[in-house]
């Protein structure tokens, strides 16, 4: 079996996304806070629907993805946001988004 050489098996994250997690650690964003998507963001994985803007729709942070089970992720879009929304067919469809702190804001 192949392995990786140490030095890349282990990555830690930049100064620079050190500063951006420190910055958005303030309290206002964390699990199970409602949030509103602010700015145009399309997505084409719901189900029964080719594409959709998220702008202006509110959902639940349900994870935060910069650390998993203890250990420092450096994720690009560290919030998992549950929304629902209903069907043509008038059945709530439920579905996650990863989105980052300047596509999503609390109310």
Do not use: C
């Not at 994250?13 to 949030?35: E, F, H, N, Y």
């Amino acid at each position: 079996m192949y392995s990786l050489p140490r030095h890349l098996v282990s990555v830690r994250p930049t100064g620079a996304t050190r500063s951006r997690i420190a910055a958005s650690s303030d309290g206002t964003l964390a699990p199970g806070v409602q949030v509103r998507v602010k700015s145009s963001v399309i997505v084409y994985h719901v189900p029964k629907t080719d594409t959709l803007d998220l702008e202006g729709l509110e959902g639940e942070i349900s994870a935060d993805m910069r650390q998993v089970k203890g250990t420092d992720l450096t994720a690009n879009m560290p919030w998992k946001v549950k929304f629902e929304r209903e069907g043509d067919n008038g059945k709530a469809s439920k579905f996650f988004a990863h989105l980052t702190d300047e596509e999503i804001e609390a109310i």
